[in-house]
């Protein structure tokens, strides 16, 4: 018998790219196949003389095949622009979800892991946490995707032991028998090796073979990682896990209100400026002749006006500010390509994600235990981390049954005071400042029969139609936000604009905050070092070096060995010579500046060779016991901000069937207090305080009013009664056929009465459960079993569900609050609780119009 050896299942050579186009192309097909059946039956139906092809093409399950795709595909996603890198990372997302692909739940260890033919093809370190680990990746730096799908990755030709310049790009399947040498082997003037045995990849084995064996050699050592991995400098010195959250958190850094390159860079943040498009290019060489804030004009060298108009303050879709800002001068000369302005999170063409800050190693008071972060108070007010967030608010006046709603500034029951922003329309006009609460649209809803008193009942018999009551559906500015109105767009069915069915109107309000850096908010560095802020000191409190130069942050030392991320070390020594020099220097990846290279530049700018210096305490005065490092870190603000996530309630939504509050921030919900929380109150005996959080703070409907009453009038609260979940419990026994009876102390039979409507009626007149809208309650999807509130998800991240054309992503509490958020795998979330970097599942929280209610 011979010897064979089996296929490799998991090698890039047996898996390949299917792209927008194929997947698109596939939809197609179905819906032609559909449209075909559809022609066929009615041919066999119809009258052949009569026939018309108007009557037989019926282009419907088309159009439905290609709305699905970008409406509900989980393929088709909502894009991350929360910065530039986010925006270019995301479009070079690679999927192994998805319809044709794997699900996660089936995915094995083999599928997730590195393979060797990665190599070149496909980042071993960019991959989200969670679940979706190793199933997301992202395309390498220099690598391409052939018409068959399959990825290739660019290698130097090498004969007879000489390297040429003849560039090959190979597959997995065409590189699996070749010798491949590395990218930085030593070699000669004439293009030869210059050892006699060069170390080599071959298949999955490191080898050491003699010159002529070569038949490859990489083009470059950073052709094995992916744009953002290849951002982080002294890559080499960090260890994997850290390297990924840095890639990672990378996406997520806020642009800021200035932006500025780093100290320490790897040198292809130019590249990955022009590359997405965020920045301006010049189209043809010529002579810059006017330029302001909004547009530059150039005269070409042929005579003619190239003008460029500049996107001011717009709004992407994670909320960040984009803005362009000229940096060219009148009469300045450029060259086609040039680039003439700066985007969002760019600096003079360069990608600049965060701000180059003066760091100290070393503990202070705990404030930077376990990560926290210790920053000067100058961070604040010198604007140095603080970013422009913009929310969008929208609101439809639609068909209801009763009739019309208006968007208007008549609204009924509202004071004077509050209608003082809002123009003639009705609509709230820019450049007012506007709180949590306040009316952004007036809207008015037509009252139903039913909502009428019979006192109004008999106005309208006397009066006819004239005094139909109206209702209050304003869009408010939701909860815990605020701003000033930067722009309001109006669509509306005369104008011509595109509606969809049933809707008159749609108005679109945009909010825009300066958001300075706060306690609570999360920053990092490159290298997975991420911290949240615990204390903000005057700077004159900050420890300071022998020149009087007060630090900005104090990072704990401690967050450094066991993490073995020494690249921040590393950066932050060679940033301070950087500083000192006046340079800015590249350290690329696995070709950097090696310890010597830091030595002798910290050497050359007259600082001490071991980084460290005598720090004194900004307080007393007096040295610390120890030298301290310190140097300059590039240090980024992410998206997950206190502001964001701050929440608190007292009453609000209760869920139908278990009447107990919802959670999650986007649903105005409460604290779970579980199972485990229970326990913890058992042990201290709290019997009391146990039985209040169990029924008036949760589910029973009649002591929640009257506590809520009691506690207005500053009276005594009542004795709890039973609560809701108890009664559905019975409930459910007893629709098993179980005769269950409830009996008091004394014997006595106990009937589960519902609330009825006195307990409404008083509740209404309190103004209870006023949520923004109307406070009504909500019916939830089922939790699934993930204890942090969040939704199960289904599939891959398609969190929408199969939409109709006209059910759209409803709020719970129809008050225009669509937030979409990101979680650091880009699969948008609407409603999602938390952004919690830790847990990074794609979309979670999908919300029905109907179904069960859940115990959340």
């Known amino acids: 018998c011979g010897v064979g050896h089996t296929d490799d299942i998991d090698t890039l050579g047996n898996r390949r790219l299917r792209s927008v186009g194929e997947l698109l192309q596939n939809q197609f097909r179905t819906g032609l196949a559909r449209m075909e059946r559809v022609i066929k039956e009615r041919m066999t139906i119809q009258d052949v003389e009569a026939i018309t092809p108007q009557a037989l093409v019926n282009i419907r399950p088309v159009v439905a095949t290609v709305r699905e795709f970008f409406g509900s595909s989980q393929l088709s996603q909502f894009m991350d ?9 995301h479009k070079r997302r690679l999927s192994a979800l998805g319809p044709g692909g794997l699900s996660r739940e089936r995915a094995g260890m083999e599928v997730r892991d590195v393979h060797h033919s990665h190599y070149g093809r496909m980042c071993p370190i960019e991959t989200p946490e969670g679940p979706n680990i190793g199933l997301i990746g992202y395309l390498a730096t220099y690598a391409r995707v052939n018409e068959y799908g399959f990825i290739e990755t660019p290698y130097r030709r090498v004969e007879n032991g000489r390297v040429t310049d003849e560039i090959v790009y190979l597959t997995a399947d065409e590189e699996d028998e070749a010798v491949v040498a590395q990218a930085n082997a030593p070699l000669n003037p004439d293009g030869t090796f210059a050892e006699r045995r060069v170390t080599v990849r071959y298949m999955d084995e490191v080898r050491e073979v003699a010159p002529e064996e070569v038949d490859y050699m990489d083009v470059s050592p950073k052709q094995v990682f992916s744009v953002a991995t290849a951002l982080i400098p002294f890559l080499e010195n960090d260890d994997g896990n850290r390297a990924l959250m840095g890639a990672n958190m990378q996406r997520q850094a806020v642009p800021l209100l200035r932006s500025e390159a780093p100290l320490v860079g790897t040198g292809i943040e130019g590249k990955v400026a022009r590359d997405s498009g965020v920045v301006v290019l010049a189209k043809r060489p010529g002579v810059v002749e006017r330029v302001t804030a909004s547009e530059i004009v150039i005269r070409t060298d042929d005579g003619r006006r190239d003008e460029y108009r500049l996107m001011k303050f717009e709004r992407s879709n994670q909320g960040t500010c984009l803005n362009q800002r000229p940096i060219v001068r009148k009469g300045q000369r450029v060259e086609a390509g040039e680039v003439i302005a700066d985007g969002p999170s760019t600096d003079r063409g360069e990608l600049a994600l965060g701000k180059n800050v003066l760091v100290a190693f070393m503990p202070w008071e705990g404030y930077n235990y376990e990560d926290a972060i210790l920053i000067s108070k100058r961070l604040v007010k010198d604007d140095v981390f603080t970013s422009i967030h913009i929310e969008e608010h929208e609101c439809e006046a639609r068909d209801t049954k009763l009739g019309p709603e208006e968007i208007t500034r008549d609204i009924p029951n509202v004071g004077e005071d509050q209608l003082k922003d809002l123009d003639e329309r009705g609509i709230v006009r820019i450049g007012a400042e506007v709180r949590a609460g306040d009316i952004l649209v007036g809207k008015v809803t037509p009252k139903g029969e039913t909502e009428l008193t019979a006192e109004e009942r008999l106005l309208r018999a006397i009066f006819g139609e004239k005094a139909r009551e109206v209702r209050d559906s304003s869009l408010r500015v939701p909860h815990g936000e605020s701003g ?20 008159n109107q749609r108005v679109r309000v945009y909010v825009a905050q300066k958001r300075q850096i706060s306690e609570g908010d999360k920053m990092a560095g490159r290298h997975g070092n991420k911290g949240v802020i615990a204390k903000i000191l005057p700077e004159e409190d900050m420890p300071f070096l022998p020149d009087g130069t007060p630090v900005d942050i104090v990072l704990n030392p401690l967050g450094v060995p066991s993490r073995m991320n020494l690249g921040q070390v590393l950066e932050c020594h060679l940033g301070w010579a950087a500083r000192a020099l006046g340079l800015e220097v590249a350290s690329p990846v696995f070709d950097g500046a090696t310890e010597e290279d830091i030595k002798a530049m910290l050497r050359e700018a007259g600082l001490p060779e071991d980084g460290k210096t005598i720090l004194r305490d900004g307080r007393t005065g007096e040295p610390f016991d120890n030298p301290v490092t310190v140097g300059y870190l590039y240090m980024l603000k992410l998206a997950h901000l206190v502001d964001d996530k701050i929440h608190a309630r007292s009453t609000g939504p209760y869920s139908l069937v278990t009447q107990q509050p919802l959670g999650g921030k986007a649903q105005f919900g409460g604290q779970r207090f579980g199972e485990m929380e229970v326990w913890a109150l058992y042990a201290y005996g709290a019997a009391y305080t146990l039985q209040e959080l169990l029924t008036v703070k949760s589910d029973d409907t009649v002591g929640r009013v009257k506590t809520y009453e009691a506690i207005v009038k500053g009276e005594n609260i009542p004795e709890p009664g039973v609560p809701e979940s108890f009664k559905v419990l019975i409930k459910e026994m007893q ?18 009465g519902e609330g009825g409507d006195d307990v409404d009626a008083s509740a209404r007149a309190l103004e209870m459960d006023t949520m923004p809208g109307d406070g009504r309650v909500v019916e939830e999807v089922p939790a699934g079993d993930d204890d942090d509130g969040d939704l199960l998800d289904d599939e891959a991240g398609d969190d929408t569900g199969d939409l109709d054309e006209d059910f759209d992503m409803l709020p719970v509490e129809g008050d225009g609050d669509e937030d979409f958020d990101w979680d650091d795998d880009g699969d948008y979330d609407d409603f999602e609780p938390e952004l919690d970097d830790d847990i990074d599942g794609p979309g979670r929280r999908r919300l029905r119009a109907s179904g069960g209610g859940s115990d959340q």
């Open 81 to 89: 622009q929360t910065n530039p890198l986010a925006e270019l990372t």
């Open 484 to 503: 000033i109105v930067v722009d309001v767009k109006v669509f509306s069915r005369e104008n011509g604009d595109d509606l969809s069915p049933g809707v």
């Open 735 to 752: 629709s098993l056929g179980l005769d269950v009876k409830i009996l008091t102390a004394d014997q006595r039979e106990m009937h589960l």
